[in-house]
Nanobody, 124 residues
Framework: QEHLVESGGGSVQAGGSLRLSCQAS????????MGWFRQAPGKEREGVAT???????NYADSVKGRFTISTDNAKPTLFLQMNSLKPEDTAMFYC??????????????????WGQGTQVTVSS
């Protein structure tokens, strides 16, 4: 059974960086999509970045140029490097896995498995 566990969240000042990790067990990244999503208080969960098993990346406009998604297929682990963080990035961040897409979907409905989330708080 697939299991995803996020880590790496925390509190930083605006302009700072964090690296989120998502350790997968009972799962391989082949022929699939992995994604990072976030949910701020009172808002819907939204897609932040996705990566397909062949390496195709996709980013929300709000994070382009600041966030980078990557994987270590050997472990297997999903990462999200977040630079130049802004207060509006404050949210609970979740990793998720789902089927292949062209490109990977940013809709939460497309993803089958979810981690428990890790909190990111950015202060001004």
């Amino acid at each position: 059974q697939e299991h995803l566990v996020e880590s790496g969240g925390g509190s930083v000042q605006a302009g700072g960086s964090l690296r989120l990790s998502c350790q997968a067990s009972g799962y391989t990244f082949s022929s699939s999509c992995m994604g990072w999503f976030r949910q701020a208080p009172g808002k819907e969960r939204e897609g932040v970045a996705t990566i397909r098993s062949d390496g195709l990346e996709n980013y929300a406009d709000s994070v382009k140029g600041r966030f980078t998604i990557s994987t270590d297929n050997a472990k297997p682990t999903l990462f999200l490097q977040m630079n130049s963080l802004k207060p509006e990035d404050t949210a609970m961040f979740y990793c998720a896995s789902g089927p292949w897409g062209s490109p990977c979907s940013t809709s939460t409905r497309a993803y089958n498995y979810w981690g428990q989330g890790t909190q990111v708080t950015v202060s001004s």
